[in-house]
């Protein structure tokens, strides 16, 4: 069963604050790596993704970095805010069944 | 009304007792999911079905039963469930099964809270 890493398992920011949550993978079908958001109560909603062609892709205060050769890609959540609370979770693509692998995800608390 | 909705959003029920989660989508989408989600633990793939067929069973106990009549609908039969089966139930879904971005994307319901007593 393909494994996704993710690190840490829970992380505390101050407000203001920069948060990085990262991923590694052994395989993938194709290159492309969504980040989950999940606040409590709630079902995860698609952040941010990137796909094959570029190594980093920024949306506001959320950039992906990724890394082909060491097989990691990372979060960075700039200027983190209280709302920003929340449980973070990566995918890759399966190499061999069609579906994303999710990750084990990531407990963020921002404190003010 | 859009996105991938659940029914109940909140279920108590005992041991012997049988249930049914709904989810239904309006995406337009061919494959469907259900994840159990406990506390502290990542989420768990339960079941997926593609164009109507389950295509994988990740070692569920038969006490949970899907049933996925068309693309659109899809339910989790519960009975004689175990307080350990307490978590937040989560459907899925996605443009179907293959290459690309735009096929394995997937798009969550809110859930439906389960507690067994």
């Known amino acids: 069963q393909q494994q996704v890493k993710q690190s840490p398992q829970s992380l505390i920011v101050q407000k203001g604050g920069i948060s990085i949550i990262n991923c590694a993978y052994e395989?993938?079908?194709?290159?492309?790596f969504p980040w989950y958001q999940q606040f409590p109560g709630k079902g995860p909603a698609l952040l941010i993704a990137?796909?094959?062609?570029?190594s980093e892709k920024k949306e506001g205060r959320f950039t992906i970095s990724f890394n082909k050769s060491a097989k990691q890609f990372s979060l960075h959540i700039m200027d983190s805010q209280p709302g920003d609370s929340a449980t973070y979770f990566c995918?890759?693509?399966?190499?061999?069944?069609?579906?994303?692998?999710f990750g084990t995800g990531t407990r963020l608390q921002v404190f003010p | 009304e859009t996105g991938v909705t659940q029914t109940p959003r909140h279920l108590v029920m005992g041991m012997t007792n049988k249930k049914s989660l709904k989810c239904e989508q309006h995406?337009?989408?061919?494959?469907m999911y259900w994840y159990k989600q406990s506390a502290k633990k990542p989420l768990e793939l339960m079941f997926v079905?593609?164009?109507?067929?389950?295509?994988e069973n990740n070692s569920v106990p038969s006490r949970f039963s899907p049933e996925c009549p068309n693309s659109s609908h899809l339910f989790l039969h519960l009975h004689t469930l175990q307080p350990e089966d307490s978590a937040l139930y989560l459907c899925?879904?996605?443009?179907?099964?293959?290459?690309?971005?735009?096929?394995?994307?997937?798009?969550f319901g809110p859930g439906t809270r389960l507690t067994v007593l």
């Open positions: 995406l337009g989408h061919n494959a």
């Open positions: 079905y593609n164009f109507k067929e389950q295509t």
């Open positions: 899925a879904s996605s443009q179907d099964l293959g290459a690309g971005q735009g096929s394995v994307t997937q798009y």
């Open positions: 395989n993938t079908a194709f290159d492309y």
């Open positions: 990137i796909r094959p062609d570029v």
């Open positions: 995918a890759v693509p399966s190499y061999n069944t069609d579906k994303l692998i």
